[in-house]
T-cell receptor, first 112, second 115 residues
Framework: AQSVSQHNHHVILSEAASLELGCNYSYGGTVNLFWYVQYPGQHLQLLLKYFSGDPLVKGIKGFEAEFIKSKFSFNLRKPSVQWSDTAEYFCALYSAGNMLTFGGGTRLMVKP | NAGVTQTPKFQVLKTGQSMTLQCAQDMNHEYMSWYRQDPGMGLRLIHYSVGAGITDQGEVPNGYNVSRSTTEDFPLRLLSAAPSQTSVYFC??????????????FGPGTRLTVL
């Protein structure tokens, strides 16, 4: 069965600091990975996705993620965070039947 | 388009009560699903549907029923609420065009507390 792990449950950063959120997955099929963001009081929004090709994918709002097959990882990065990036971030894996398996989420707080 | 809408936004129930969480989408999506979100556990799939009249169980279906009589609506029923069902519930929908993944669009969520 597939699984997704996010080891950082809470992250606190100051504005302009660099961000890296870890995501590891376990799945025996073709890997399609996503990062979703949930801003306070809002619904989930897609940040970026990896299907195939270039392992470095760029998403909205300056976020990027790198797929490293040998490490079963898909870490999310941003060079310089802003207060408005305060949110909860979810890594997710697509499997057959349009199903998503989510990680436990990482709450990011950016201090102004 | 309103996208995916959910009602109510908040609900408090007593143990043993029943209720229905409503979900509707106006994008003519075939696929609809219900997730529950619990701290540290991410979102877990409860039930899903690939079209009117077709539903199936997800990862955590116990205690929940669903039906899909129309393309637009996908209600989630709690027949006898339990405190373990205290959670935030999200509905999502997507197209099923093509063979690869189609982006799922999420509703705003329903926060349910069972006392």
């Amino acid at each position: 069965a597939q699984s997704v792990s996010q080891h950082n449950h809470h992250v606190i950063l100051s504005e302009a600091a660099s961000l890296e959120l870890g995501c590891n997955y376990s799945y025996g099929g073709t890997v399609n990975l996503f990062w979703y963001v949930q801003y306070p009081g809002q619904h989930l929004q897609l940040l970026l996705k990896y299907f195939s090709g270039d392992p470095l994918v760029k998403g909205i709002k300056g976020f990027e993620a790198e797929f490293i097959k040998s490490k079963f990882s898909f870490n999310l990065r941003k060079p310089s965070v802003q207060w408005s990036d305060t949110a909860e971030y979810f890594c997710a894996l697509y499997s057959a039947g349009n199903m998503l398996t989510f990680g436990g989420g990482t709450r990011l707080m950016v201090k102004p | 388009n309103a996208g995916v809408t959910q009602t109510p936004k908040f609900q408090v129930l007593k143990t043993g009560q029943s209720m229905t969480l409503q979900c509707a989408q106006d994008m003519n999506h075939e696929y609809m699903s219900w997730y529950r979100q619990d701290p540290g556990m991410g979102l877990r799939l409860i039930h899903y549907s690939v079209g009117a009249g077709i539903t199936d169980q997800g990862e955590v279906p116990n205690g929940y029923n669903v039906s899909r009589s129309t393309t637009e609506d996908f209600p989630l029923r709690l027949l006898s609420a339990a405190p373990s069902q205290t959670s935030v519930y999200f509905c999502a929908s997507s197209s099923l065009a093509g063979r690869s993944y189609n982006e799922q669009f999420f509703g705003p969520g329903t926060r349910l507390t069972v006392l």
